[in-house]
């Protein structure tokens, strides 16, 4: 019996020499600077925060939690929360989890997926100190699955955006975001690829992609560099069971910072259009048709009274370059193109049968129609949902000017500003707009929030578009 006593107590005195052991050489590796994430995770955390939405759903009684029935013996513990969600047998809901990230402490701006909030009654940020805010939805954009948040708080932390042209793969990366709804979480990795779309052949893809675990929850969360930089927002996974397979997928900053100006200024993206279609540049290609370049878009038609039209650029020519940024693919131009702003001038270079050229050009909106550089664009006849034209005489014998609401798509913010088909402008923050040249001046300069003056069947209604 002594004798395995003294066994057991030489079992434990060992047990806390090596427990002693062991944090003396952690002390000593931290002393001498090996490798660590938590320095920099320290600083960087803060901005990830927990993103919770509530949803109204179209059935009677049913709830749900990410996607699941919530079970019967769950559902009386919801009873006794009436001021937090509804009792059963009023309004259903579904309940979401999701991250996002601050870009902006000043401002209380929230990078996250347009999934996440997409339809959602309320949206609740956490902050990593447990802070709980209401945030308000500036702007949402499905095409590119960014969304942007506001919340008002003290003392946030914001994160830095890294340079994406300095990203490769292979780099050591950081993903950052709340999976299933635990709580925030850490997961580590590299670049796997850079480029990757078709994962929504109508979106506006160039993802990267990690084998950083990415996991249900994770969706608008950060993926950050060894300095702690932004260069992803995490959005995607490919799955079969919801849980990580090391194939993961974010929305690259560059994409990102060009999405949260349309939202900011708009609270939409309003694609610009060039007015051409494109393919790609392949080895056939190059072949058939000897265009003196092993890459880039290669126009196969252009749009009548479009910018390109009205720039120069024709058929089998091959943009290699727009404002600057270099073009290897037609997919690589359609998100350049569809993220700049109506109006905005451009430098094209492109080659036409094996000679190098530049030409300008002013991005038109959804029709593609716009004019020469060097002259005053044309204009769209799109506005926050609405499809407009100038009013012509005899469409209207009560109303001489004004414009023509042709459509308008639902959903949209001038849907819900209560713009419908046939009503007719004829103020901007009652002013007089005489047609879409006066309508265009008068709103370029305003903010989100317009107030129109509409003519519909006989009477005059005043209409706020934000």
């Not at 989890?97 to 999934?115: E, F, L, M, P």
């Not at 880039?296 to 404002?323: H, P």
Request: hydrophobic residues 45%.
């Amino acid at each position: 019996m002594m004798h395995q006593i003294s066994k057991l107590l030489l079992s434990a005195l060992t047990l806390v020499l090596w427990t002693t052991q062991v944090q003396a050489i952690s002390r000593e590796a931290q002393q001498q600077g090996l490798p660590s994430l938590a320095p920099m995770l320290a600083s960087v955390t803060p901005a990830v925060v927990n993103i919770r939405v509530t949803k109204t759903m179209p059935t009677s009684t049913r709830f749900y939690f990410e996607g699941n029935h919530l079970p019967d013996e769950v559902r009386r513990f919801f009873d006794d929360l009436p001021d937090v969600m509804p009792r059963i047998g009023r309004r259903p809901f579904a309940i979401g989890a999701g991250s996002g990230v601050i870009v902006d402490a000043q401002r209380g701006y929230v990078i996250t997926n347009h999934h996440v909030v997409n339809g959602a009654a309320s949206i609740t940020v956490q902050l990593s100190d447990n802070r709980t805010i209401e945030a308000k939805l500036i702007g949402s954009d499905a095409g590119t699955e960014v969304a942007l948040l506001q919340i008002v708080a003290d003392d946030l932390v914001e994160i830095e955006f890294a340079d994406i042209d300095s990203v490769q793969v292979g780099d050591f990366v950081v993903a950052i975001g709340n999976p299933f709804g635990i709580g925030q979480t850490v997961t580590s990795g590299i670049v796997s690829a850079l480029g990757r779309a078709g994962l929504n052949r109508n979106n506006y893809e160039d993802f990267i992609q990690t084998d950083a675990s990415i996991n249900l929850g994770n969706s608008g969360g950060a993926l950050v560099d060894m300095e702690g930089r932004l260069i992803g927002i995490n959005t995607a996974i490919i799955s079969g069971d919801g849980g990580s397979n090391g194939i993961g997928f974010a929305i690259p900053v560059d994409m990102v910072a060009a999405v949260m100006k349309h939202l900011e200024r708009d609270g939409e993206v309003r694609r610009g259009m060039l007015g051409v279609t494109i393919t790609d540049v392949t080895p056939d290609v190059v072949a058939a048709l000897a265009v003196g370049v092993e890459a880039g878009a290669m126009v196969t038609s252009v749009m009548s009274d479009s910018a390109a039209e009205t720039a120069g650029v024709q058929v089998s020519d091959v943009i290699v370059e727009i404002d600057g940024r270099s073009v290897t693919s037609s997919r690589e131009l359609r998100n350049l193109v569809g993220l700049m702003l109506h109006g905005q001038a451009v430098d094209l270079v492109l080659y036409r049968t094996g000679e190098r050229m530049s030409l300008q050009a002013t991005i038109g909106g959804v029709t593609g129609q716009a004019t020469a550089a060097e002259g005053r664009p044309a204009l769209s006849s799109e506005f926050r949902g609405a499809q407009l034209q100038s009013l012509q005489a005899e469409d209207d014998a009560r109303i001489s000017s004004g414009i023509e609401v042709l459509r308008v798509q639902a959903p949209s913010m001038a849907w819900s500003a209560g713009l419908r088909a046939g009503d007719v402008i004829i103020e901007v923050n009652r002013r007089p707009v005489d047609d879409l040249s006066a309508f265009s001046t008068a709103i370029e300069n305003l903010g989100r929030f317009i107030a129109l003056t509409v003519h519909r069947e006989g009477r005059r209604l005043l209409l706020f578009v934000s």
